[in-house]
């Protein structure tokens, strides 16, 4: 077996010093990216793994970011995991998962963790809207920029999509192809997001006279939930904007029953593109999900790096109309 | 503001003496558990910050393990990473994601940061079955786990579904119900997971006098692919066994395209049981899939924590089969 190569191997091998392999494991900012690129094929070559004390406790802490999410296994906070993993890795930082599981005491628990574990900063998706949990984080020299949310740039940074931009261009799009009375599917009042799409789907509507807008709030945002709000209609609208694509689906569902042809009959518009929107050949607004959390991980690391240079943002992306088949 | 509580102020609000309150921190399976409990909920009273000094290089790093995947955006995946991540907070492990991004360089990257950083150890959905990479990581002192893989108990633990008796399962479920004449639609060759499913398939087929089994190869495994095939039968089977719930209900599809009812004139299963299987009533397989993530945390920690009493095991879980409209 071959012994194992050391730093000086490396060095020697990259035709640099020694000082600058170790800074290239340590402060690779420092070091020109040319030969980080250099040294790092030639760790990768010679199998280098540096011992221990090469790379130093600073610096090994000093590259993980936090993800604190409710629930990766659904499909929007995994997207924007995606897009914080991709951009973590880019940028040579570790991303440590953080799943709360919708349990406000766990998230609690995660949070201190990231502080005890002197985490470079965190990228948080909160469950509660509670600003004193995050800001004592904030307190304790742990960066942290806010994501699905917005906030006062004073506080930090977040990202965000304009959910009130989305309700506008849903329901713009069914008054442009006919539709006079247009009903929306909403879920609870406490959701953001739905009161936000329910703001956009007002404003498009009070552009053009003689347009009427209800809203139904279904108990929970699910197929069935979309079916049931259909079989409870007296008369059938012209249009349905949908506050998520699970309640789309359903809502197709119901119109059949009930004999209605989708969009000969009733135009269908849902709400967040996912897999069950192709599937259902729904339109639907897409969010810039992945984007979402590689621009909380840049905007991160711009405050872990630029220090006193740094500038809060709150960045908010634009939804986008998908057409397919139901309207 | 308040001074920052030190270690001291812990131990006499929780009544221990200072050197529990650093056990609870850095050794916490050698305080009983209800110590470990009062002591945790004193540090988040007091709110309470250990000293970089306080938690040892060791156990920070002792604490970590990385979870590597091809794809979190992809439901099964992020699916694994649920489990891990609540196996990993529950035994009080942060856990890396390490998204490869079906990338074999990037996997390579992700490994050899794993070694540098000491991490406790990895749970790994390899991308290429080049076992000489994974073998360097653990002699390099990072016990290792396969997930969604077999291995040899010899080289360390593994956990996976029997794909094999998830295609018994399907087809003897299509035999019972009448069908004589069984299409398998199914993903290339070179994907293990579908030569399994095909093997369970034949060996259910076999068992049976008079049943024809024929198999039709689908690019990729897509619900446009699954109406494509079922476009370019000659004739139609009594049933059909689709190796992915996307071909399923493509071939649905093709069928309602040619007239046929399912699940009168053909029955149809799918395998995996995504969120697309429940809104197309598919009949399909299930797997166990987020116990696959904690079933793989737990055994690599039995092998960083027991030492020397570790016995390596290939940890095989059965699917089921889910009855809906289909079949």
Do not use: W
């Not at 766990?106 to 998706?125: I, K, N, P, T």
């Amino acid at each position: 077996m071959r012994r194992p190569a050391r730093i000086q191997d490396v060095a020697a091998a990259a035709g640099v010093s020694v000082t600058t392999v170790s800074n290239v494991l340590n402060r690779p900012e420092r070091v020109n990216a040319r030969t980080v690129e250099r040294v790092r094929s030639v760790i990768a070559d010679l199998d280098y793994v540096p011992h221990p004390g090469a790379v130093g406790l600073r610096a090994v802490h000093a590259r993980s970011i936090g993800l604190v999410l409710p629930d990766i296994a659904n499909s929007f906070y995994a997207r924007i995991a995606k897009g914080a993993a991709d951009a973590a890795y880019r940028q040579g930082y570790a991303l440590s998962l953080c799943h709360s599981d919708d349990d406000p005491a766990r998230e609690q628990e995660y949070l201190s963790m990231l502080v005890e574990q002197r985490a470079s900063g965190a990228v948080v998706v909160p469950l509660s809207a509670d600003p004193g949990r995050l800001e004592r984080l904030r307190r304790r020299g742990v960066p942290l920029v806010l994501a699905d949310r917005t906030r006062a740039t004073e506080e930090g940074c977040s990202v965000s999509v304009d959910d009130v931009a989305g309700g506008t261009l849903a329901v713009r799009h069914l008054l442009e192809g006919g539709a006079r009375s247009v009903l929306v599917v909403n879920g609870t009042r406490g959701i953001r997001q739905c009161a936000d799409r329910y703001q956009g789907a007002r404003q498009a509507a009070r552009r053009l006279r003689g347009v009427t807008l209800e809203q139904i709030v279904a108990e929970r945002m699910t197929v069935e939930c979309g079916t049931e709000a259909v079989r409870r209609l007296e008369t059938l609208p012209d249009a349905v904007f949908c506050t998520n694509d699970f309640l789309a689906v359903g809502v197709c569902r119901g119109l059949a029953e009930r004999g209605a042809d989708v969009p000969g009959d009733v135009r269908v518009v849902g709400y967040g593109d996912l897999d069950v929107a192709g599937l259902a050949a729904l339109t639907t607004i897409r969010q810039p999900v992945e984007e979402l959390g590689s621009a909380a991980i840049e905007l991160l690391l711009d405050e872990v790096e630029a220090g006193a240079d740094h500038a809060h943002e709150a960045r908010v992306f634009a939804p986008s109309l998908v057409v397919r088949e139901t309207a």
